[in-house]
């Protein structure tokens, strides 16, 4: 089984979407259930057989950092008490994967953001996965690692959305391979929908090949002004593979809020 070890979860947006709460919060630390957004990513990664995580992070968020860091205080009283359940639960954090951090100093976009851990990554084929969107468990990034090793190239992970929402995604322009891997002939982010070439938007999982960080260094500011990942991707060439299952976006109110009451009813609360 061809293995990918490294995976970067950037995290260092604003979360302007879900302001006032992350004018103190972290968007990644916000609970879905009894546990932050960003931990259901961290498992997916390690779920995926990815061993180190690299959090990018921002100035000014150091509550998630705290939450990966030993709790020897709180694990000392919650042993002492018999809190077993509890105490996995509190470990779990710093036990899932080595997880180390990078910072981006400034909010210069999701391509510059993933230029940050270069040096973490170094010559070797990555994942990235954004942490505001969750795909229940660990088969798509296994799926991109697998096509990754099939194609020598850099995947991502795409769905057929509605062409009235295209316009909010990264659009590939498709050649078919098979029924759900195309390869990208372009990748425009975020285009006028009567632009947009298909109805294949990006999905918040990749699987890179390291070329894209020499592209990300050459990347010009594109759509809102930030350096795009889409943009550096496009210029290094790669495939597509269509995802058909489950996606949920908690990066915003309404699709927060519908996570939470799932993941809770999935967990037997009666909500
Ligand atoms: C980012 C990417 C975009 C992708 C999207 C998926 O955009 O830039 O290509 O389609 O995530 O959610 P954002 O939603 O951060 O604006």
């Excluded at 972290?26 to 957004?37: A, G, H, N, S």
């Excluded at 990513?41 to 061993?51: F, K, L, W």
């Excluded at 710093?94 to 951090?101: D, P």
């Excluded at 050459?218 to 058909?244: M, N, S």
Aim: hydrophobic share 45%; glycine share 8%.
């Amino acid at each position: 089984m061809t293995t990918v070890r490294k995976a970067v979860i950037p995290a260092a947006g604003l979360g302007t979407r879900i302001l006032p709460a992350t004018k103190s919060i972290p968007k990644e630390l916000l609970t879905l259930v009894d546990r932050p957004m960003i931990s259901y990513v961290v498992e997916e990664a390690v779920g995926a057989g990815c061993t180190d995580v690299i959090i990018v992070t921002s100035p000014g968020k150091a509550a998630l950092e705290e939450y990966f860091r030993p709790a020897p205080e709180l694990e000392a009283i919650l042993e002492r008490k018999h809190k077993d359940e509890l105490l996995a639960a509190v470990r779990e954090a710093t036990e899932l994967a080595n997880v180390t951090f990078v910072t981006q100093d400034e909010p210069l976009g999701l391509g510059h953001a993933v230029a940050c851990a270069r040096d973490a990554i170094g010559d070797e084929p990555f994942a990235v996965l954004l942490p505001d969107e969750l795909f229940g468990g660990p088969s798509l990034v296994r799926g991109l690692i697998d096509a990754n090793a099939r194609f020598d190239a850099s995947v991502i992970a795409v769905m057929e959305m509605p062409r009235n929402e295209i316009s909010a995604y990264g659009v590939v322009d498709p050649e078919p391979v098979d029924e759900s891997i195309v390869r990208m002939k372009g990748f425009v982010e975020k285009p006028p929908a009567d632009e947009a070439k298909s109805n294949l938007g990006s999905v918040g999982r990749y699987v890179l090949t390291p070329e894209v960080f020499d592209a990300l260094t050459r990347t010009k500011p594109g759509a809102g002004g930030e350096i795009q990942l889409t943009d550096a991707i496009a210029a290094v060439g790669g495939y597509a593979l269509i995802h058909r299952g489950r996606r949920r976006d908690a990066g915003n109110p309404r699709g927060y809020v519908a996570a939470f009451v799932e993941l809770a009813r999935e967990r037997g609360f009666p909500v």
